[in-house]
């Protein structure tokens, strides 16, 4: 991946939940402002861990919750609803910052709701992954119009719900 390429966290994570919700946020249309589960998500932030220094922005493309243990980065999350997602974001910041030089470097994911956490790490066939999911990305993004509308579960809960079913 060149380093000059704007794919952040956020576009890794929201590959896995929505296409349509990913090709929005790559074009700045941002509904999520007034989502009630987006202002739950920043209060969970902003209470939670609160002695950790948070939001560490790296390039303007990743922005890991806070670095507590040395090489282990934290993204804190409310539920496990979308975790698949949630793990691949994590691996992204991992994998962004090996090919930056910093090796070694592993993840978790915080539950503080749930008072649990998940370990993640990078593996040489997820590092094969990431390259034709940064490829993917791409591509849905370059695209003049965002993907069909594919009905989920999630949708009933999204900030983009009303821009999709118009």
């Known amino acids: ?31 999520e402002q007034n989502n009630e589960n987006v202002q739950i998500g920043s209060i969970l932030d902003e209470k939670s861990y609160a002695r950790d220094r948070k939001h560490i922005n790296i390039d303007q493309i990743i922005n890991i919750d806070f670095i507590r243990e040395t090489n282990i980065l934290h993204e804190v999350k409310k ?41 993640v790490e990078l593996s040489e066939e997820d590092e094969d992954e990431m390259i034709k999911i940064l490829d993917e990305i791409k591509e849905i993004i370059s695209q003049p119009v965002p993907s069909s509308l594919i009905k989920q579960k999630i949708c009933k809960s999204c900030a983009y719900l009303d821009l999709c079913y118009i």
């Open 1 to 31: 991946m060149e380093l000059g390429n704007r794919i952040t966290g956020v576009m890794v994570y929201y590959y896995f939940v929505c296409k349509r919700k990913l090709w929005y946020f790559a074009h700045e249309i941002q509904m």
């Open 79 to 119: 539920s496990r609803k979308i975790e698949d997602a949630s793990i691949w974001q994590v691996k992204y910041y991992i994998y962004y910052l090996k090919i930056r030089g910093m090796e070694g470097v592993r993840g978790k994911i915080d539950y503080p709701l749930l008072k649990k956490s998940m370990n």
